[in-house]
């Protein structure tokens, strides 16, 4: 950036989001609002109608969901459920891992 950091220099884990410049945290914080309240509209908040509860493709992208047949969209759907709760399981233990630090209390010193 022009303040002449470089992306190595910032810290891993939860203490990189101290050490992000507040206009940096500031511009993260604005484009993820600006996408949860313009973009990925749900039924509820006035978008059209989806085909099913989170149904975030607003009409405007497809990759062929709409050739599939009914038994095939669910089984498509149950297995992006089971990735979404396994990619949260997973970022749940990098985070529980990292406030642990290098000594576990069974294991020690790692």
Do not use: Y
């Amino acid at each position: 950036d022009n303040a002449g950091d470089s992306f190595d220099s910032f810290p891993n884990g939860w203490a990189a989001v101290t050490a992000i410049p507040q206009a940096g945290l500031f511009q993260i914080i604005a484009f993820v609002g600006f996408l949860e309240l313009f973009v990925m509209k749900d039924s509820a908040n006035g978008a059209e109608p989806g085909e099913f509860v989170g149904d975030f493709r607003n009409g405007a992208i497809d990759f062929g969901w709409d050739t599939f047949d009914e038994e095939t969209k669910i089984s498509k759907r149950a297995i992006e459920l089971n990735n979404g709760r396994a990619a949260m399981m997973g970022i749940l233990g990098l985070m529980v891992h990292e406030q642990l630090g290098t000594v576990l209390p069974v294991v020690g010193q790692m």
